[in-house]
Every structure is written in C-alpha cells, then in structure tokens.
C-alpha cells in the first residue's frame, strides 16, 4: 500500500515532469509555427490523401509490431514462451502514455508485462534500457548514412545535427563503459558505489542497488549468437520502415505533385526527426514539428506550409494510433489484473 507521503511524492514528481514537458511543447510549437497562418496548414491537410493515410497508418503499426517482435527475442532467455499479443499490447499503452508524459510509458510498459506475464520487473526495465540504447546506436548510424548518401553538406546546412551527433555518440561510449563495468566488476563496482550513495542517504543507496539490479538482469536477457543477429536484422528492419513511413508521408499531403520526392529524402527526414522523439515532449510534440519544418524547407526547399502541413498530419496519425490502440490493448488485456496506476505509482515510487 503506498502511503500518504509517497503518494503526495508521486502526484509531485509527475506534476513537475508534466509541466517541464508541457512548457517544452510550447516553446517548440512556438517557434515551428511563428509567422505561418495555421489556417493554410488546416487548408491542406483537409485536403490530405485517405488512401496514403491508410497506407501510413499500416507501416506505422507494422513498425510497432516488428518492435514488439525484437522485444520478444530480447526476452527469449528470461521467458521463451512470452505473450506476442501482451508484448504488443504493453508496448502500446506506453506509446500511449509517453503522449501524456514522456518516460512514465516505460515504466507502465514494465509494470504490464511484468505483471501480465509474472515476470520480474527488474528484468523488463532492464530489457527496455537495452532496447533504447539500441534505438540511439541505430538514430546515429542513420545521421552518418545521412551525410553519406545527401549530395550537399547535411552538417553545413544543418551545424547542430553535428554536436547532437556527438553528443548522442559520448553519451553512448559513457553508458557502455558503465555497464562493462557493471557487468564486468559487478561485486567492486557495485559495492563502491552503493557504498558512495549511502554516504549521502540510505534510501540513495537502495535506489542505486534497485537500479544495478534492472541494469544487470536486462542485459543477462540478450542471450546467443543468434538472438544477437535477429536482434540486429530486426533493428535494420525498423529503421527502414520508419523511413518508408516518412516517405509515405510525403504523398498524403501531395508534396510528391510540388516536386520529385524520393525514399533517400525520406531517410534524411526520418533520422533527424527521430533526434525531436529524444527530446522529452509529449510524444514529441513540438520538437518533431520544429525539426521536421526546418529538414524540409532548408535541405529540400519546401515551403513553410507544405513543411509543417506534412509534420502536423504524420505526428496527429501517430498520436492517434497510440492513444486508441494502447487504449483498447489495455482495456482487453488488462481485465483481471490490478489498476496500471496503482502499479506505475508503486514502481515509481521504488524507482
């Protein structure tokens, strides 16, 4: 039972995360739609095609699905036999939730298979740590492919893609060096630094060995040569689906009719608005559209309309797939099980 005092915690670490996003969304709104009349962007997006709609909406699901699937392999060696239909439907109530508040859908997702397929949590929020870190590796081999196949310099128009880039790789040598050495010196490191965090409070050093203990078992789940290689392929699989997706995207608002479009575009496109996703908004709100704008008019030279008219229509199909899909998946799968928000806060609170 969570208590008065954790409870309050809970309702105030969530309120200030939601706020801090909210206002991000804001700015980035701002900035992506000053001096555009939201009228033209409305005009054209009434006018959308259904049928590429459609076609868009398939791949995005798709996408989702195939995810799904890498997760399954991820957790092969936790649990051979795991739910598709629960992995699916967990990892689309936390899209879902992400579209409130960015992060907590990975601690639902967590909870819900945790829960739903009476497996440790631990193992899942480690798995789900695995899985992003994957998702930053592949965001920035998709940025190096992007400089390589743009026939002008993608870092000369576009000067912060290169120190996001750098950024995103130092980060990445950071954590991998952190968890080789979790892994590796697992008793020393462990110790050393539960030991550190106790010296500026116990309930530190408990959340430093709960967290130790997420990072450990999501790594021990990856297991074999074969589970490394479907894991690789699938991510290669999603990555070219997600920029068919945002090829998709350029005929459901006829930018194909304004000039030639093509899939390498796409890609571009796809790589630098996956930097707006990292960018803790409502299921990059704001961020997406801010980035999404400025790709389109200074790389391919499309108006300012046309540009956001593309990013208002493909972030508005991707929101509502995650909202009515995470919401039916959780309301079909979730009818014998406790209230997700009872356990999101119980987690949270361990966390």
Not at 219 to 231: C, D, P, R
Not at 239 to 256: D, K, P
Not at 258 to 272: E, F, G, N, R, T
Request: with cysteine; hydrophobic share 55%; net charge positive.
């Amino acid at each position: 039972m969570i208590s008065g005092e954790n409870k309050n915690s809970f309702m105030s670490k969530r309120s200030l995360s939601f706020l801090f996003s909210f206002l991000l969304s804001i700015i980035f709104l701002y900035i992506a739609f000053h001096n555009v009349n939201f009228g033209d962007v409305l005009q054209v997006v009434s006018g959308a095609s259904v049928f590429w709609i459609i076609i868009l909406m398939i791949a995005l699901l798709l996408s989702h699905f195939l995810r799904a699937v890498r997760w399954k392999i991820i957790l092969r060696s936790v649990k051979p036999d795991i739910s598709m239909k629960n992995l699916f439907g967990s990892l689309m109530v936390g899209y879902a939730v992400n579209c409130v508040v960015p992060r907590l859908g990975e601690i639902a997702r967590a909870v819900l298979i945790g829960k739903w397929e009476n497996v440790s949590r631990s193992s899942m929020f480690g798995a789900i740590i695995l899985e992003r870190i994957i998702d930053v590796l592949f965001l920035c081999l998709s940025i190096f492919i992007s400089a390589l196949i743009w026939s002008e310099d993608l870092y000369f128009k576009l000067p912060w893609l290169r120190t996001s880039l750098y950024f995103s790789l130092f980060g990445i040598v950071a954590v991998v060096i952190f968890l080789f050495l979790v892994i590796r010196y697992k008793e020393n490191f462990y110790g050393v630094l539960v030991k550190m965090m106790g010296k500026i409070s116990e309930k530190s050093a408990n959340k430093t060995a709960h967290i130790f203990e997420m990072l450990i078992e999501g790594f021990k789940s990856l297991k074999g040569t074969k589970n490394y290689v479907s894991t690789f392929l699938l991510s290669v699989v999603i990555m070219l689906l997600y920029a068919y997706s945002s090829y998709i995207g350029f005929f459901t608002v006829g930018m194909n009719i304004i000039k030639p479009v093509s899939y390498q575009m796409a890609w571009i496109l796809m790589s630098i608005s996956g930097i707006g996703v990292l960018i803790p908004t409502p299921n990059g709100t704001g961020s997406y559209h801010t980035l999404i704008k400025t790709a389109l008019v200074m790389l391919f030279g499309f108006s300012e309309v046309i540009s956001l008219s593309y990013a208002f229509l493909t972030h508005f199909i991707s929101y509502v797939i995650f909202i009515f899909v995470g919401l039916v998946s959780f309301l079909i799968l979730n009818k014998q099980h406790e209230n997700l928000l009872k356990l999101v806060k119980t987690e949270v609170d361990e966390l």
